[in-house]
């Protein structure tokens, strides 16, 4: 059972964190895993008034669960009433059984979506893909873009963002998972594109290597495997075309020692 959107999206949007991933990536990732089913609550004003006990009766008639697995620490209902042990104590008398979440250790450290984050936002890839147990990666559908990366000689999918703050952003080394193509190689490009535009929200743009195919409406994951550098604001295109080709660069011999 998930809840969409993220409960802090719903009642603070502006001091939600960063998603990791989109509704698609997670009914994606659950499928990958072998899960059968997934339960979407569309969490709004009706959903967040629904009382603690009101909830686990859902789940209990409606839901018809026999066995439950949530975070020691997880809250529930209106004004985050109910916790594990009201779920537990009313499940022992419902007939169903309620387990807590053990904690993940990585490296003896706990594994949580707030250390995600943050070793995405320091661009230490390695340190996420370990805690993930796999490259972070986004999903969505190549659109239209302004073309501006194929006047500079290194043209672009431009992949369709469902949030506006990701929870990295740089120039990066990517692997490019395409519908029908297989697996390709490539540099990527998030952020706001300060030399080009100004007050722009956040674009994912991937340059992938030795390839000229129409791949517009295609969905792709691209998976994050090492950060280059941070965005730059360049005084010029001559100057930001130069970085390009020295990104794309790094990144195929990223390849190279990697293979």
Known sequence: MIFEPHPREFFAPQQAPARLTSLREKLELFEAIGVDRVH???????????????????????????????????????????????????????????????????????????????ALAAGQMREAQGYLGRPYSISGRVVHGDGMGRKLGFPTANIQLKHNRPPLSGIFVVQVHAEGMGVLQGAASLGVRPTVTRDAKPVLEVHLFEFAQQIYGKHLRVEFLQKLRDEEKYPDLESLTKQIALDVAHAKKWFEQHD
């Open 40 to 118: 979407v609550c569309r969490f709004d004003a009706g959903f967040a008034q629904m009382g603690a006990g009101d909830f686990i009766l859902a789940l209990h008639e409606k839901v018809h669960a026999k066995f439950v697995l949530i975070g020691d620490d997880f809250r529930f209902g209106s004004g985050r009433a109910g916790d594990f042990g009201l779920m537990e104590k009313i499940g022992a008398q419902r007939g169903f059984e309620v387990q807590a979440v053990r904690s993940v250790l990585h490296d003896g450290v706990r594994v949580s979506s707030t250390g995600i984050r943050a």
